[in-house]
């Protein structure tokens, strides 16, 4: 049904709209990341899109794997029209340079914790937000923590850790499940630092 | 007054009534008595081992017999820490103020494998068991663990108060899961020995 609004915004925004797909009743189109939040506000102010729902907004990062890096999703619904609609839009580059779009809280306001949510794990920089700050993380942390070359194994804590050398079993000072990623690559922290 | 023969086939007086009489015994062994079933609790409760604790403490469980009874939500009034469910990175420093604030003797008691070890969560926001934060008195591992391995921990801890030791302890599982495997039937693979 709402394959009509891929057509509404394939024929008002034409090659900023770079592919569409709908599987399964979802349909996503992937746009042009500097016309995001004109195309945003377009949706919501277009009687035949009408959507007035913010329903979801996170980021992917598919570092390896395709250039640009991260890709901001974006889920909007109409109530009026019962239709909703995902959005993408791919940023960045490798080393992580230029990972910024334009914020949608001018557009609809649930964005703007979904948006320091993002900013916080990804590091995303959302332009024109009012107030982007980190919403999980403390402070202090550094880095992104869902980004893939975060090291997997890397915490930051805050108070100095007591050493705790004999554990009883069935506990051991090689806490936590390290076994689960023996048959995995990721980055260790004692590489990266 | 009345007499009473033990097995060992001595014979101790007995007060009855409103007659009156001593007791010797030590200063310490005195005071360990005392705190052993007057533990005030603070419940440092954040994740979902809470629903057991609340199964522990209310009537079906009923901690009041041991004298851990009153919860008060004040460090400053208790003596025993309940560490109730995952502590994550940002908040372990609350918790060791919590800790630092509580007047001595204080215990702590790691409820559950996630305050024990950190659990299931290996990541970069959960604290790998608050020993690593507060000195641990009792663990009690299980997610979440039965109400009945709490009160065994609760009984530990009071038995380690009356002795004085202050060495960490652990409530063992009743079954040993690894024992108990292999007498599982295995589904799947079929065995490679015939």
């Excluded at chain 2, 292999?182 to 065995?191: I, T």
Aim: glycine share 8%.
């Amino acid at each position: 049904m709402s394959k009509r609004v891929l057509e509404i915004l394939k024929s008002k925004f034409g090659d900023d709209i770079y592919e569409t797909h709908s599987q399964f009743g979802d349909d996503t189109a992937v746009v042009n990341p500097q016309r995001w939040r004109e195309i945003a506000r377009f949706l919501r102010d277009d009687p035949q899109c009408a959507m007035n729902m913010f329903v979801d907004l996170t980021a992917v990062d598919y570092l390896g794997r395709q250039t640009p890096r991260f890709e901001v999703v974006l889920h909007v619904h109409s109530l009026e029209r019962s239709h909703r609609i995902r959005l993408k839009a791919r940023i960045g580059d490798d080393d992580a340079n230029g990972v910024e779009i334009d914020s949608v809280v001018s557009v609809w306001k649930g964005a703007n914790w979904f948006e320091r949510e993002c900013f916080d794990m990804f590091g995303v920089n959302f332009k024109g937000h009012p107030d982007l700050r980190r919403i999980l993380m403390y402070p202090e942390f550094v880095g992104y923590p869902l980004r893939k070359d975060y090291p997997a194994d890397k915490t930051q804590p805050l108070v100095e850790l007591r050493n705790v050398p004999d554990k009883l079993p069935p506990f051991s000072t090689d806490e936590g499940m390290p076994f689960g990623r023996q048959t995995h690559d990721y980055p260790r922290g004692e590489e990266t630092n | 007054m009345g007499e009473m023969t033990t097995g060992g086939g001595t014979t101790i007086q007995v007060l009855e009534g409103s007659e009156t009489g001593f007791a010797t015994t030590k200063f310490d062994a005195l005071l360990n008595w005392a705190r052993k079933y007057s533990l005030f609790q603070y419940p440092f409760i954040t994740a979902c081992c809470a629903m057991e604790f609340m199964a522990m403490a209310s009537p079906r469980f009923d901690m009041a017999r041991f004298g851990a009874e009153a919860p008060r939500f004040s460090p400053r009034q208790s003596d025993l820490l309940w560490v109730v469910g995952t502590i994550s990175q940002r908040q372990a420093p609350a918790l060791k103020r919590i800790y630092e604030q509580m007047a001595d003797p204080k215990y702590v008691f790691a409820f559950g494998t996630c305050a024990s070890c950190g659990g299931f969560y290996d990541n970069y926001t959960t604290l790998a068991g608050i020993d690593k934060v507060v000195p641990v008195d009792v663990y009690v591992p299980g997610c979440p663990p039965r109400p009945e391995a709490v009160i065994d921990g609760l009984l530990l801890l009071q038995d380690k108060i009356a002795r004085g030791d202050r060495t960490p302890a652990i409530v063992k599982p009743r079954r040993d899961p690894t024992v108990q495997a292999g007498n599982l039937v295995r589904l799947g693979k079929k065995s490679t020995a015939t």
